[in-house]
Structure formats: C-alpha cells, structure tokens
T-cell receptor, first 113, second 113 residues
C-alpha cells in the first residue's frame, strides 16, 4: 500500500536561514509527488509537483524539491526562509494506477524573527 | 483563476442529524475528491469520483457517507447520521484527466455537538 512519511512534526528556523523538509514515500510504481502548504484555517495550496523528467523542480514562493528515486524521497527546500512561510507543509503522492492521492502527516514550520 | 468553491464554510449540527456539504469543482475537471482533516491532524482521503461513480474510497467512507454529482456543476458529500467524531474540516478537490495536481477548496468546517 502506498504511504507517505514526513519524519518531522515541527521545525523551527530563524528568518533568513535555509530550510529542508523531508518526505519519504513507499510506492511500487512511478509516483506523482506534490508539496502543499496550508496556512491556519485555510485550504491547501500547491507549492510544486513532480511527474517525470528533471528531478529538481521549482515551485512558487522560492521553494524547490528534489526527487531521489534511490532514497524514495522528495524533500522540499528553500534557501532563505521568510516569516510568511510559517505554515503547515504536506507532502502527497499519487500514481497513474490509482485515483487516490495520499498525504503525509504534515510538518509545522515556525519561523523566528 | 478558476477555483473550487465549497459551502457552507462552517456548519454546526446535532449528533444524529444529516449534513450535506457542497462543492463546485473547476468546470473542466473530471476527477472529484473529498478529504477530511480533523483539527491539527493529517489530511485523510475519503473518496474519489469519476465518470459519475465512486472510483475509490477509504475505510473511513462507510455507509453513513455518500457522494453525488446531481448536476453538471455540484459535487456533494452527505453524512446521514453524524457522530461526534465526524467533526472535522472537509475539503473538496478536483483535477483534470491524467496526471495532475489536486485543486482544493477552502474547506467546510463541520462541528457535531
């Protein structure tokens, strides 16, 4: 069965510092991979996605993620965090073989001024 | 920019009552979803709907739940007899055919008393 693991429940970084949020997936087929961000009381906004091709993908708000098949990972990165990046971040996986997209448990990001 | 809209934004109901949550997916999308997020927890898949039928559902989606696309634009989630544990934020999402990201609505917060 497909699964997504986000090992870090909470992460705190200082404004201007770099950020990496981890995501590991378990899936037999070639996955579609996504990162979504959720601000308090809001819906989920897509940051970036990977379907195929270049394994380093760029998203909105200066985020990027790298697909590493050998590690079953799709980690999200940002070189310099802004206070407005404080939110919950969800990794998600789907494939062409299923209609179901599975979400990780989320990582809550706190940014210190 | 096209968006998924959900109504109501917040509904309070008594245990045992029926609730219908409504969604208007993006007009050219073909796959429709309901997800649930209990406060502070993960985003859980409930059901996917394609070609006027359920394509996949989770173990959460038991006989108390049903979905319908009554016309060309609305997509509804009905909970027949609500329980306290149904209190959550319910998100509708839609996507195009083939590989594609989910577009989420802002959510409907259901509170069961």
């Amino acid at each position: 069965a497909q699964s997504v693991t986000q090992p870090d429940i909470h992460i705190t970084v200082s404004e201007g510092a770099s950020l990496e949020l981890r995501c590991n997936y378990s899936y037999g087929a070639t996955p579609y991979l996504f990162w979504y961000v959720q601000s308090p009381g809001q819906g989920l906004q897509l940051l970036l996605k990977y379907f195929s091709g270049d394994t380093l993908v760029q998203g909105i708000k200066g985020f990027e993620a790298e697909f590493k098949r050998s590690q079953s990972s799709f980690n999200l990165r940002k070189p310099s965090v802004h206070w407005s990046d404080a939110a919950e971040y969800f990794c998600a996986v789907g494939t062409s073989g299923t209609y179901k997209y599975i979400f990780g448990t989320g990582t809550r990001l706190k940014v210190l001024a | 920019e096209p968006e998924v809209t959900q109504t109501p934004s917040h509904q309070v109901t008594q245990m045992g009552q029926e609730v219908i949550l409504r969604c208007v997916p993006i007009s050219n999308h073909l796959y429709f979803y309901w997800y649930r997020q209990i406060l502070g927890q993960k985003v859980e898949f409930l059901v996917s709907f394609y070609n006027n039928e359920i394509s996949e559902k989770s173990e959460i989606f038991d006989d108390q739940f049903s979905v319908e696309r009554p016309d060309g634009s609305n997509f509804t989630l009905k909970i027949r007899s609500t329980k306290l544990e149904d209190s959550a934020m319910y998100f509708c999402a839609s996507r195009t055919q083939g590989a594609g990201e989910l577009f989420f609505g802002e959510g409907s917060r259901l509170t069961v008393l």
